[in-house]
């Protein structure tokens, strides 16, 4: 069993940015792929990014490739998102997700364990 919190969410000027973090429970965290995900009101849930469990592999939606980069300490069983050049269409909920697994997840089908979600908004 994983449980996951989020934080670090917020209001934020166009072009501005934030650091959300995701903070798991367990001993097993570094054998878990993490994913980000995202959901804007009235918009299903969607993928943004993952990590391998090694942290050494990483995958992004091209909405935010570029802009977001994802790392994980799993000394600290945390994950990590770095947003930066943040615009008004990132605005949503933040997701963290995990799922024991060695392949690439986007789905969020896929994913076992989420956070609550922290609130993203850009605006000025």
């Known amino acids: 069993q994983v449980q996951l919190v989020e934080s670090g969410g917020g209001l934020v000027q166009p072009g501005g940015s934030l650091r959300l973090s995701c903070a798991a429970s367990?001993?097993?965290?570094?054998?878990?792929?993490m994913g980000w995900f995202r959901q804007a009101p009235g918009k299903e849930r969607e993928f943004v990014t993952a990590i391998s469990w090694s942290g050494g592999t990483t995958w992004y939606a091209d909405s935010v490739k570029g802009r977001f980069t994802i790392s994980r300490d799993n000394a600290k069983n945390t994950v990590y998102l770095q947003m930066n050049s943040l615009k008004p269409e990132d605005t949503a909920v933040y997701y963290c997700?995990?799922?024991?697994?060695?392949?690439?997840?986007?789905?969020?089908?896929?994913?076992?364990?989420w956070g609550q979600g922290t609130q993203v908004t850009v605006s000025s």
């Open positions: 997700a995990a799922v024991r697994t060695i392949v690439v997840v986007t789905a969020p089908s896929g994913y076992d364990y």
């Open positions: 367990g001993r097993t965290f570094s054998t878990y792929v």
